[in-house]
């Protein structure tokens, strides 16, 4: 599966570029690859990229953006790094609450994650 998934981010980035949407969603999809397959730092490596690049390129409330600040955050727990998480995973909720709202799913995830951590 990770093979698969290099070559679609290399395939979008060739034919869409680094910082199309389209190839970020490419890219975060193998942050959790890294993920599943115990990769700590290449999971944070490639979740700071993402997450930078769509900041930039979509806007601080975007909720792709919001996604990926989700998952770094649960990253950052996931090597103890506590402060960190909860910081990161704050300010996600802090934003959800207020686009797309406090009763969407999405919000609801950001502070199940609070409460559970």
């Known amino acids: 599966a990770e093979e698969l998934a290099v070559q679609v981010v290399d395939t979008r980035k060739r034919v869409l570029g680094y910082v199309h949407p389209h190839t970020l969603?490419?890219?975060?999809?193998?942050?959790v690859t890294?993920?599943?397959?115990?990769?700590?730092?290449?999971?944070?490596?490639?979740?700071?990229?993402?997450?930078?690049t769509r900041k930039r390129v979509l806007g601080d409330e975007?909720?792709?953006?919001?996604?990926s600040m989700h998952n770094l955050a649960v990253t950052f727990m996931s090597q103890g790094r506590n402060e960190e998480a909860r910081f990161l995973m704050e300010a996600c909720?802090?934003?959800?609450?207020?686009?797309p709202g406090e009763e969407h799913p999405s919000t609801i995830l950001?502070?199940?994650?609070?409460?559970g951590w």
């Open 25 to 31: 969603t490419s890219m975060a999809i193998l942050v």
């Open 93 to 99: 909720f802090e934003t959800r609450k207020r686009v």
């Open 62 to 67: 975007h909720p792709e953006t919001l996604s």
């Open 110 to 115: 950001s502070l199940e994650s609070l409460v």
């Open 34 to 52: 890294c993920r599943e397959q115990l990769r700590p730092k290449e999971e944070e490596e490639l979740g700071v990229r993402v997450l930078e």
